[in-house]
């Protein structure tokens, strides 16, 4: 859309105006959890510092036979 | 959707074709996506259905029981599929079913590949036959040639003499030893760069100085390359965001070099040939060893070679720079992906849907394995929970069974992952023994949505 009317109306609208925000944001762990019985590994991580050791986990976790699901928070644009 | 992305992670990884069941004409219409995904990417898939039985009063075995069988009764069910088939038919005896798969297959996997769809009535599938046995040795799928001789001195040459020689390519990382040729080619035409507008395959290993990433269809190398041969691509630029000078001269290699499936798709190039890539490739570069060896300046070469490994460790840094987390702690998708490059096994299989953040992931994994970096090449978001899926089989079933193969890891987009149907995916991973890494990119949807919902607007990230 932007890239046809940088200008126009979907450039002043936010993205709830035109229903394609994902906010309140839904617990993408919990769906996958529940859909494998409560046998897999979730985590949420939102700090750099955070990152090593939830990434560890969920590696274990694969490896040792259980799917993982880290929902990340990220910044848009890098 | 999730099984025929399995079946396709599967054919994708391995080049076996797969197979997918389902029911009549809503099972058919429940695979979605996956078949534009089949279609457009190249897998080898065979769909088989059954139809609604043709009898109601118990005239043959299998004539009509249930309700449903009125209700799920339809004109054509082949048409539902039949545009992105390679070949779709009706079984009609199963005097001759055994010819009728093998020629279903033959499809699905000659180039280009993709998906065949078969439907057979229950009265057909009920039939009693003797049971016969094929040479299955005079099935296999047709063999596509290389280039012309013609062709390889003229490309030969013309990157031997040009001064920003540019090789762009989708999906010739699809044969495992192609990269292994394109380096060879890089090797010997100091100053090619090599550059990937596909993102579903790994095509060549970032750590060589040729290499420019992924990039979609945007790159200040396609404006400036005098020489342009393409291998192996759907879209290499867009022309009303960038392309190439008018006199550069451009050659096409392709599978599918007027892309059977698409409506609108030319590319101004002054030679195009239906060819296999990794033939082609190393017709070109033996020529170049054999009969130009005269040709090349050693000194310029040298000069090229030199130039080349400067730019692209600048690539690297400003790559590393960019992935850096924000004082606040927060991070990007670079900076994450860093961080898995760095913890998940090298060996790692990456199935990736990362819609507007791909850029970012594919510079910062920085695929350097044929084999190691996986998309279906389409646009119908939702493949890589079940591609993820059907990737770890294949790998596990390829090293000798469950938990053997290679550690697989799914990076996909907020949206996507909805896209992906989880609800079945994480099941399916419980019930079938099948562990995976999902990482989930949580931004709220945006930027992708917003933009255009495709992910031609990874544009946003190449600048």
Redesign the interface.
């Given at each position: 859309?932007?890239?046809v009317h940088p200008e126009g109306l979907?450039s002043k609208a936010t993205?709830e105006e035109?229903n394609?925000?994902?906010?309140p944001?839904?617990d993408?762990?919990a769906?996958?959890?529940?859909?494998?019985?409560g046998?897999?590994f979730t985590a949420r991580v939102?700090?750099?510092?955070d990152?090593?050791g939830v990434?560890?986990q969920?590696?274990e976790?694969?490896?040792?036979?259980?799917?993982?699901?880290?929902?990340?928070?990220?910044?848009?644009?890098? | 959707m999730v099984a025929m992305s399995m079946a396709d992670g599967f054919a994708r990884l391995t080049g076996k074709p797969q197979v997918v069941i389902v029911h009549v004409d809503v099972g058919t219409q429940g695979l979605g996506a996956a078949v534009h995904n089949a279609s457009t990417g190249r897998a080898p898939v065979m769909v088989f259905a059954g139809l609604s039985p043709f009898t109601l009063e118990g005239e043959m075995r299998g004539s009509r029981t249930e309700y449903i069988h009125w209700i799920q009764d339809v004109p054509d069910q082949k048409l539902i599929l039949g545009q992105y088939c390679r070949y779709s038919a009706e079984i009609k005896t199963g005097k001759n079913i055994k010819q009728m798969v093998n020629r279903a297959l033959q499809f699905a996997t000659s180039d280009p590949q993709g998906p065949v769809y078969l439907v057979g009535a229950r009265e057909v599938m009920e039939e009693d036959i003797e049971p016969y046995h094929l040479a299955q040795d005079v099935w296999d799928r047709v063999e596509l040639g290389g280039l012309p001789q013609k062709a390889v001195r003229q490309i030969a040459e013309a990157l031997v003499g040009a001064k920003k020689p540019l090789l762009i390519t989708g999906y010739a990382g699809r044969n495992h030893q192609t990269p292994a040729a394109l380096v060879e080619l890089a090797n010997a035409v100091k100053g090619l760069r090599v550059l990937d507008t596909g993102g579903s395959d790994m095509c060549f290993p970032a750590s060589h100085p040729a290499w420019l990433g992924l990039r979609f269809g945007i790159e200040t190398e396609i404006k400036e390359a005098d020489v342009i041969v393409i291998v192996d691509c759907d879209v290499p630029w867009i022309p009303t965001l960038c392309k190439p000078a008018a006199d550069a001269r451009v050659f096409h290699i392709d599978v599918d070099p007027l892309k059977q499936m698409m409506p609108l798709f030319y590319v101004p190039a002054q030679h195009r040939y239906r060819a296999d890539a990794l033939t082609s490739v190393e017709q070109v570069t033996a020529h170049i060893k054999t009969a130009l060896g005269d040709k090349l300046d050693a000194a310029a070469a040298s000069q090229a070679w030199d130039a080349l490994t400067a730019s692209h460790q600048k690539r690297l840094d400003d790559i590393a720079a960019?992935?850096q987390?924000?004082p606040d702690?927060?991070?990007?998708?670079?900076?994450?992906c860093r961080?898995?490059r760095k913890?998940?096994p090298p060996d790692t299989i990456w199935a990736v849907e990362a819609v507007?953040?791909t850029g970012?992931v594919h510079d910062n994994l920085l695929p350097e394995l044929p084999g190691s970096w996986l998309n279906c090449g389409g646009g119908g978001l939702g493949w890589s929970g079940g591609g993820a899926l059907g990737i770890k089989l294949a790998s596990d079933a390829a090293h000798g069974g469950p938990?053997k193969g290679k550690?697989v890891v799914q990076v996909v987009g907020?949206?996507t992952?909805?896209f992906s149907v989880?609800?079945?995916?994480?099941?399916i991973?419980?019930r079938y023994?099948?562990?995976?890494?999902?990482?989930?990119?949580?931004?709220?949807?945006?930027?992708g949505?917003?933009?255009?919902g495709t992910f031609e607007?990874i544009?946003?990230?190449t600048n």
């Amino acid at each position: 859309m932007l890239l046809v009317h940088p200008e126009g109306l979907g450039s002043k609208a936010t993205n709830e105006e035109i229903n394609i925000s994902f906010d309140p944001v839904p617990d993408y762990g919990a769906i996958a959890k529940g859909a494998a019985g409560g046998d897999l590994f979730t985590a949420r991580v939102e700090k750099a510092a955070d990152l090593e050791g939830v990434i560890n986990q969920a590696i274990e976790a694969v490896k040792g036979g259980q799917s993982a699901v880290l929902d990340c928070k990220v910044l848009s644009g890098c | 959707m999730v099984a025929m992305s399995m079946a396709d992670g599967f054919a994708r990884l391995t080049g076996k074709p797969q197979v997918v069941i389902v029911h009549v004409d809503v099972g058919t219409q429940g695979l979605g996506a996956a078949v534009h995904n089949a279609s457009t990417g190249r897998a080898p898939v065979m769909v088989f259905a059954g139809l609604s039985p043709f009898t109601l009063e118990g005239e043959m075995r299998g004539s009509r029981t249930e309700y449903i069988h009125w209700i799920q009764d339809v004109p054509d069910q082949k048409l539902i599929l039949g545009q992105y088939c390679r070949y779709s038919a009706e079984i009609k005896t199963g005097k001759n079913i055994k010819q009728m798969v093998n020629r279903a297959l033959q499809f699905a996997t000659s180039d280009p590949q993709g998906p065949v769809y078969l439907v057979g009535a229950r009265e057909v599938m009920e039939e009693d036959i003797e049971p016969y046995h094929l040479a299955q040795d005079v099935w296999d799928r047709v063999e596509l040639g290389g280039l012309p001789q013609k062709a390889v001195r003229q490309i030969a040459e013309a990157l031997v003499g040009a001064k920003k020689p540019l090789l762009i390519t989708g999906y010739a990382g699809r044969n495992h030893q192609t990269p292994a040729a394109l380096v060879e080619l890089a090797n010997a035409v100091k100053g090619l760069r090599v550059l990937d507008t596909g993102g579903s395959d790994m095509c060549f290993p970032a750590s060589h100085p040729a290499w420019l990433g992924l990039r979609f269809g945007i790159e200040t190398e396609i404006k400036e390359a005098d020489v342009i041969v393409i291998v192996d691509c759907d879209v290499p630029w867009i022309p009303t965001l960038c392309k190439p000078a008018a006199d550069a001269r451009v050659f096409h290699i392709d599978v599918d070099p007027l892309k059977q499936m698409m409506p609108l798709f030319y590319v101004p190039a002054q030679h195009r040939y239906r060819a296999d890539a990794l033939t082609s490739v190393e017709q070109v570069t033996a020529h170049i060893k054999t009969a130009l060896g005269d040709k090349l300046d050693a000194a310029a070469a040298s000069q090229a070679w030199d130039a080349l490994t400067a730019s692209h460790q600048k690539r690297l840094d400003d790559i590393a720079a960019k992935a850096q987390p924000a004082p606040d702690g927060t991070f990007g998708t670079g900076h994450l992906c860093r961080q898995l490059r760095k913890l998940c096994p090298p060996d790692t299989i990456w199935a990736v849907e990362a819609v507007t953040n791909t850029g970012f992931v594919h510079d910062n994994l920085l695929p350097e394995l044929p084999g190691s970096w996986l998309n279906c090449g389409g646009g119908g978001l939702g493949w890589s929970g079940g591609g993820a899926l059907g990737i770890k089989l294949a790998s596990d079933a390829a090293h000798g069974g469950p938990g053997k193969g290679k550690f697989v890891v799914q990076v996909v987009g907020d949206g996507t992952f909805l896209f992906s149907v989880p609800g079945s995916v994480y099941w399916i991973s419980k019930r079938y023994n099948i562990p995976v890494l999902t990482i989930v990119l949580n931004n709220k949807g945006k930027p992708g949505l917003f933009l255009s919902g495709t992910f031609e607007i990874i544009l946003s990230l190449t600048n």
